[in-house]
């Protein structure tokens, strides 16, 4: 596409990221592996500062520019409600809110201290570190900036590191570049677009679903630029012809081009509106994916999602206990977004059940929960 006409074209609004306590979360600093998945080594790494298993946390990492740190974190499901996490909308990055000031990495060996009515939220940077080297956080009214400050420095082995306190609101935003991550008057850091789904700490399988959707969106969104490409060069040329035309004095040839544009322009006016139409249209998979999982056991994993045409979600899924499936089968019958449940499949083997699950949904009640949805 041309790039002036790109100018000129609409762009999708940014979304405000949603940021969670930083008190919730463990972190570990890490050195990422050549040829190894990133994912599974800020696993590993924050496993070792947690004492759940990997299933019942909610994890992400975020990795420097040049690749050679990494900073992994987790926080267990349980500490955020149920009816809070299906609230959390689809578009969003859910992020932990330390990571709106790594952009503030300070010279050498220090320690950022961001304080406000509630907390004092403490980052360490080594005097090498992209990343930062410990978080700590203290409540307001368990101790100073400076109490703050020292836990930090200590965790990282630095000790008598001088500190820097800091204020503003913390803000994180995804634009079509990635994730803008900034403190009111501060500095902003930028994680590229492609590394987007690392900090998510939601589940893989809601990532890959929304990853699905938004392929989707993204084509709807360039026949839209297309379009509104189509109209501006046939304005132009609309223009041009005009101009030739009062040059040329024929008024049967100005008659014949514009009959020309005008159907032109109607066969753009059509694509227009069937985008339009799409875009009303569009399946709700993660919207599905997350009415469902908000009834998912903590023991139960869900191993694979499919969506089918429609309203239909099929899911694979295992757990240690067995129970687990006539419960979920009963959570889901009683769910006013569900219109069928069928469960079929069902094997058990040394200790782990495994089934599938297939999920009709109301279509109008899926769709008015995903407006409300803020």
Known sequence: MNPLLSRWLPKPPPVPAVLLPAERFVTRRFEPLAGGKLREQAALAVEAESPFPPSQLLQGHVRSANGAEGLAYAAHRRVFPADAAVAWPAEAPVIPEFLALIGERPEGAS???????????????????????????????????????????????????????????????????????????????????????????????????????????????????????????????????????????????????????????????????????????????????????????????????????????????????????GALEQALSADPLVAKVETRDIRGREGLTTFALTLTFRPEALRKAAAETP
């Open 111 to 325: 320690v950022v201290v961001h304080s406000d009515a509630r907390r004092h939220l403490a980052l360490a940077w080594a005097a090498s570190g992209q990343l930062p080297a410990s978080v700590a956080t203290l409540a307001t009214e368990d101790g100073s900036a400076a109490d703050a400050a020292k836990a930090a420095a200590d965790a990282a082995g630095l000790a008598d590191a001088p500190a820097r306190v800091v204020t503003g609101e913390l803000r994180a935003t995804r634009t079509e570049q990635g994730v803008e991550l900034a403190r009111e008057g501060g500095a902003v850091a930028v994680i590229p677009a492609s590394q987007v789904d690392d900090l998510d700490v939601r589940d893989p399988e809601f990532l890959e679903t929304r990853q699905a959707a938004a392929r989707w969106d993204n084509r709807a969104w360039r026949a839209a630029q297309a379009g509104a490409a189509l109209a501006a060069l046939a304005l132009l040329a609309e223009l041009a012809s005009l101009g030739l035309g009062a040059l040329a004095g024929s008024a049967r040839a100005e008659v014949a081009a514009d009959a020309t544009r005008v159907g032109e322009l109607q066969a753009l006016a059509a694509i227009s509106a069937k985008v339009e139409e799409l875009g009303r249209k569009r399946p709700l998979p993660f919207e599905m994916l997350a009415a469902a999982n908000i009834h998912r056991p903590a023991a139960m994993t869900f191993t694979s999602v499919t969506h089918r045409a429609g309203m239909t979600l099929e899911i694979e899924a295992r757990t240690t206990n067995a129970a687990d499936v």
